[in-house]
């Protein structure tokens, strides 16, 4: 109905994005955005690698896969429209073993199926064609995978819902959600919202923002430190695109990778190292809820005994800057530990279930008038505006939830 009004928590690119496309369905609709922080954008958002994904990695006819395929489209067709940074600059996946090349044989089959524009096999020979300084048996190079600034386009759909009526409303930590009669009451301590419907879009806190919804508590959202090193002004030309490692398909994380940014600077990463607060950017930074939280779910000691070497592997990376880029050194030789400094940190919200399966695909529940986002990983941002489509769709009824 036109004269309603939806609420969203959570003011990162997904939740404007939802925003921003639900006040074009519904023109007179009042979308009201409310965001703990004092700015849009501020945590997973703004702290990522800024690539836009071409879909190399997700399982054929999963969300992630049809999404980011739809998401990449609207991503670059709206970057163009509002002179946004947008730049193809290309990908590299290379192996650098004989295991790799038959993970990376998987992979080209899992691509070619989502159907990634472009996409072709390179020799040794081809690498050093495109990347001269890279080194590595064999590639999956695909020129669309595209780098842009994920700050800029959110902050961009904030405006979009404020043109059309809408409003984002800062410094509105979520405290309350009560079923009211004809609808919902949000609240942050004695300040409170009345809506109509309401979309969660808490990313790290999806789990608890959820809850107070009355959402169900699996999955719960572990947080997962992302260190980058920044590559030095004298070496930043040794990389011209992107060159990642052939990801190992147990794991959602896509490994250490160089990434050339859209303002020249060059940086490597990110690792992944358990966190121990939802916001917990520096090492110094401890929750003793959180960590509490996280001890009492299942799910956690079963993720401690399945990937406990790997964990302690990325902690020591972790410390020892050496440690960190003696991966990276195998596709990159002549960038070592003395090359990079470190720079920003980024949490990324991991969705964990009961019994230690790591969530790999978009997760979106609802129940009745609220609709909640529990997982959305990367390509969450490459993504946004085609699942902002999607929670759409389930927001009005339109199509079920996954």
């Given at each position: 109905?036109?004269?309603?009004?939806?609420?969203?928590?959570?003011?990162?690119?997904?939740?404007?994005?939802?925003?921003?496309?639900?006040?074009?369905?519904?023109?007179?609709?009042?979308?009201?955005?409310?965001?703990?922080?004092?700015?849009?954008?501020?945590?997973?958002?703004?702290?990522?690698?800024?690539?836009?994904?071409?879909?190399?990695?997700?399982?054929?006819?999963?969300?992630?896969?049809?999404?980011?395929?739809?998401?990449?489209?609207?991503?670059?067709?709206?970057?163009?429209?509002?002179?946004?940074?947008?730049?193809?600059?290309?990908?590299?996946?290379?192996?650098?073993?004989?295991?790799?090349?038959?993970?990376?044989?998987?992979?080209?089959?899992?691509?070619?199926?989502?159907?990634?524009?472009?996409?072709?096999?390179?020799?040794?020979?081809?690498?050093?064609?495109?990347?001269?300084?890279?080194?590595?048996?064999?590639?999956?190079?695909?020129?669309?995978?595209?780098?842009?600034?994920?700050?800029?386009?959110?902050?961009?759909?904030?405006?979009?819902?404020?043109?059309?009526?809408?409003?984002?409303?800062p410094g509105f930590p979520v405290t309350r959600v009560s079923r009211v009669?004809?609808?919902?009451?949000?609240?942050?301590?004695?300040?409170?919202?009345?809506?109509?419907?309401?979309?969660?879009?808490?990313?790290?806190?999806?789990?608890?923002?959820?809850?107070?919804?009355?959402?169900?508590?699996?999955?719960?959202?572990?947080?997962?430190?992302?260190?980058?090193?920044?590559?030095?002004?004298?070496?930043?030309?040794?990389?011209?695109?992107?060159?990642?490692?052939?990801?190992?398909?147990?794991?959602?994380?896509?490994?250490?990778?160089?990434?050339?940014?859209?303002?020249?600077?060059?940086?490597?990463?990110?690792?992944?190292?358990?966190?121990?607060?939802?916001?917990?950017?520096?090492?110094?930074?401890?929750?003793?809820?959180?960590?509490?939280?996280?001890?009492?779910?299942?799910?956690?000691?079963?993720?401690?005994?399945?990937?406990?070497?790997?964990?302690?592997?990325?902690?020591?990376?972790?410390?020892?800057?050496?440690?960190?880029?003696?991966?990276?050194?195998?596709?990159?030789?002549?960038?070592?530990?003395?090359?990079?400094?470190?720079?920003?940190?980024?949490?990324?919200?991991?969705?964990?279930?009961?019994?230690?399966?790591?969530?790999?695909?978009?997760?979106?529940?609802?129940?009745?008038?609220?609709?909640?986002?529990?997982?959305?990983?990367?390509?969450?941002?490459?993504?946004?505006?085609?699942?902002?489509?999607?929670?759409?769709?389930?927001?009005?009824?339109?199509?079920?939830?996954?």
């Amino acid at each position: 109905m036109a004269d309603e009004t939806i609420g969203i928590i959570g003011a990162g690119i997904v939740g404007l994005a939802v925003g921003r496309e639900l006040a074009h369905r519904r023109p007179g609709t009042r979308i009201v955005v409310l965001e703990k922080e004092p700015d849009v954008a501020l945590h997973q958002t703004s702290h990522n690698s800024g690539v836009v994904h071409a879909g190399i990695y997700y399982k054929p006819g999963s969300l992630k896969a049809q999404l980011c395929t739809r998401g990449r489209d609207l991503l670059r067709a709206y970057c163009a429209d509002r002179t946004l940074p947008y730049e193809e600059s290309g990908k590299l996946v290379v192996a650098v073993s004989p295991d790799d090349v038959a993970r990376l044989d998987r992979l080209e089959v899992t691509a070619t199926e989502n159907a990634v524009p472009g996409l072709r096999r390179v020799s040794a020979a081809e690498i050093r064609e495109i990347e001269p300084f890279a080194t590595g048996l064999a590639a999956l190079h695909s020129p669309r995978t595209a780098i842009t600034d994920y700050g800029r386009i959110a902050r961009a759909f904030a405006q979009d819902i404020a043109d059309s009526g809408g409003e984002v409303r800062p410094g509105f930590p979520v405290t309350r959600v009560s079923r009211v009669t004809g609808g919902l009451e949000v609240a942050s301590g004695e300040r409170t919202v009345r809506v109509d419907r309401l979309v969660v879009c808490a990313g790290l806190h999806a789990d608890t923002v959820s809850q107070l919804a009355e959402d169900r508590a699996e999955p719960r959202i572990i947080p997962f430190r992302g260190e980058y090193m920044r590559v030095s002004d004298e070496k930043a030309h040794m990389v011209r695109s992107l060159i990642y490692p052939v990801p190992d398909p147990r794991y959602p994380f896509l490994g250490v990778h160089f990434t050339r940014r859209v303002t020249g600077e060059v940086e490597v990463g990110p690792n992944a190292v358990l966190a121990y607060a939802k916001e917990g950017y520096a090492r110094s930074r401890i929750d003793p809820r959180e960590l509490l939280r996280m001890a009492a779910w299942p799910g956690s000691w079963h993720m401690a005994k399945q990937h406990w070497r790997t964990g302690v592997r990325e902690m020591r990376g972790s410390f020892f800057t050496s440690v960190y880029m003696r991966a990276a050194a195998d596709y990159v030789p002549d960038i070592g530990p003395k090359d990079v400094a470190r720079t920003k940190n980024g949490v990324r919200a991991q969705a964990l279930d009961r019994d230690g399966t790591l969530v790999d695909d978009f997760r979106i529940h609802r129940l009745g008038a609220v609709t909640t986002v529990r997982n959305a990983p990367s390509p969450a941002a490459t993504s946004s505006m085609a699942i902002a489509e999607h929670v759409s769709d389930v927001v009005l009824g339109e199509r079920d939830a996954s």
